[in-house]
Every structure is written in C-alpha cells, then in structure tokens.
T-cell receptor, first 113, second 112 residues
C-alpha cells in the first residue's frame, strides 16, 4: 500500500511568488494534517482536515496560507505571497481516525529567497 | 495545554553503546505519546507509541520507551547503538481531541 506522498520534494522561489504544495494521503484515510518545521525548530501543527472539512486550522500562521481538500482526497497548501520566514519543511500526515496513528509523508522543503 | 521537551539537541554515542534520548511532557489529561524518527532525506517514521496500555513500549529496530507518569517522562532507549540508528528523533504528545505537539528533535550521531 502506498504511503503518504508529497509534491514537490523541494521548491525554491523568490519572495512574493506563489507556491502550491500537494499531499496525497493513504487511501481511505479521512484525516489529513499539515505541519511545518522551520529552521531546526520543533515541528508545528498547521491544520487538520476531516474529509473535505477543516476540523482545526488554529496553527495556520496567517492569511497568506490557504489549504484545500476538495473531494476529501488530496490536499493542497498554497502560500501567496511567499515571505522569507515561510522557508522550512512542510509535512503532511494522514490517519484513519483522529485517535489513530498519523503516517507522515517525506515533506516538501521550501526555500524562499 | 500540552507540550514536549527533548533534553539535548544532539547526542553522540559509540557503536554498541546504550542510546538514551530524553523526553518530558506536559499534559492536563492522560496523553498519547509517540517517538518518530527521521532518517536523512526521508519523512517521519513512527518508532513506537504509548496509548495507556503497558507502560513499557517496544518499537521497531530494537528501541523501547517507558512511560513514567510520576516523572512525566517518556525516554527512548536502545541497548546497543548501530551505525544505521544515526538520525533525528522526535518525541510527540497528543491529548484526546487535541493536535499533536512535537519536541524540537534530538539528532543522534553514532561513532564507529
């Protein structure tokens, strides 16, 4: 069974540009999470989807970040416009239920210059 | 509010020596506790988890962790380090109906 996949693996953009990250969860997992790790600090929660609905988006840093999960399958996280402090590794995870183990993808390494 | 503190951002051991990575948590309700590992250029992989069953939890690759409520700790151990254990290790806590909180990570180096 395929694990959580993320695309792209790396992205280098200039300040002010837009970037869209994609996450494909494990098939059948209704719960999808986005996390971010900035410059060697702790991994921080961004938001949680249950199917196509946002269950918790308390970790989203500001309104430059927009996450969607149309149809309850894959999810996208758009940063527009990107700022220098947005650089980091963005992880996606999925689980069957919120109480079950979260399985993580390999992450997208974003560098904003 | 829940939180995790990992003591030591870097730990170095010799091959064959004991590995001990420390994790202390704070939670107002009985938590779920996790250890994840990230090998170079890979994603996070679950090593083991505690979900209120046995306090000594065995995971993959010979790792285990013991939940000690009195010490609010969940330290990760392995009796004998192998070169392939070199990676970054993350402790995480999750209370029911709350999001996951991670520690800052501990990078383990194994010397030959």
């Amino acid at each position: 069974e395929a694990g959580v996949t993320q695309f792209p693996s790396h992205s280098v953009i200039e300040k002010g540009q837009t970037v869209t990250l994609r996450c494909d969860p494990i098939s059948g997992h209704d719960n999808l999470y986005w996390y971010r790790r900035v410059m060697g600090k702790e991994i921080k929660f961004l938001l949680h989807f249950v199917k196509e609905s946002k269950q918790d988006e308390s970790g989203m840093p500001n309104n430059r970040f927009l996450a969607e999960r149309t149809g309850g399958t894959y999810s996208t996280l758009k940063v527009q416009p990107a700022e220098l402090e947005d650089s980091g590794v963005y992880f996606c995870a999925s689980s069957q239920s919120h109480q079950e183990t979260q399985y993580f993808g390999p992450g997208t390494r974003l560098l904003v210059l | 509010a829940q939180s995790v503190t990992q003591l030591g951002s870097h730990v170095s051991v010799s091959e064959g020596a004991l590995v001990l990575l420390r994790c202390n948590y704070s939670s107002s309700v009985p938590p779920y506790l996790f250890w994840y590992v990230q090998y170079p250029n890979q994603g996070l992989q679950l090593l083991l988890k505690y979900t209120s069953a046995a306090t000594l939890v065995k995971g993959i690759n010979g790792f285990e962790a013991e939940f000690k409520k009195s010490e609010t700790s969940f330290h990760l151990t392995k009796p004998s380090a192998h070169m392939s254990d070199a990676a970054e290790y993350f402790c995480a806590v999750r209370s029911p109906y709350e999001d996951m909180r991670f520690g800052a990570g501990t990078r383990l180096t194994v010397k030959p």
